[in-house]
């Protein structure tokens, strides 16, 4: 693990190691099953077996080389080891309020385990960016694609250790 690479939870390292050992010992090995059954059965140029097989292995195989250079690029950062708590850094909480006082909480999280449907935004993404750094009650102007837009930080929190 690099000590200046994108920071990722220890979740999200734990998930994408999950995904390379899966594809590793379960999904590849079956392939590689199909495809030297496939391959005991004559002309391959006709076989769908075989096509498919070799097919969906270089997509794996692809994958697996992906996850193996991201997991060694990436930072593990645990959030609920972060010492300055009243300030917006990786892995916190926090909860904004834009000018018609709607409230939004999201938690800023490693850029390959943001799900914006769920709450958790990338490290990288704007509304990440503007607010790293910021204490409550400190207000932040995002370009979004639905145009500039100001929230007000209304809480702050980060994981109990």
């Known amino acids: 693990m690099k ?7 220890p979740a999200g390292m734990a998930a994408l190691r999950a995904r390379y050992d899966h594809l590793l ?6 392939i590689v099953e199909i495809v030297s059954w496939a391959a ?7 076989n769908g077996d075989y096509l498919y097989g070799r097919k969906r292995m ?18 593990v950062v645990d959030p609920a080891r972060q010492e300055v708590r009243t300030k917006v850094f990786f892995g916190a909480t926090v909860t904004l309020a834009d000018e018609d006082d709607e409230q939004l ?4 999280i490693g850029d390959d385990e ?46 109990a250790d």
């Open 3 to 9: 000590a200046d690479g994108p920071p990722i939870t």
């Open 25 to 30: 010992g379960t999904e590849r090995p079956a």
């Open 40 to 46: 005991g059965n004559g002309d391959r140029s006709e």
């Open 58 to 75: 270089r997509e794996i195989d692809r994958e697996l080389a992906y996850l193996a250079r991201r997991m060694k690029s990436l930072r």
């Open 105 to 108: 909480t999201i938690t800023i």
């Open 114 to 159: 943001q799900d914006a449907s769920a709450g958790r935004i990338g490290w990288s993404a704007p509304l990440a960016r503007a607010l790293r750094g910021a204490a409550i009650g400190d207000l932040r102007r995002v370009n979004l694609p639905s145009g500039e837009k100001e929230w007000e930080l209304v809480e702050i929190s980060y994981p």
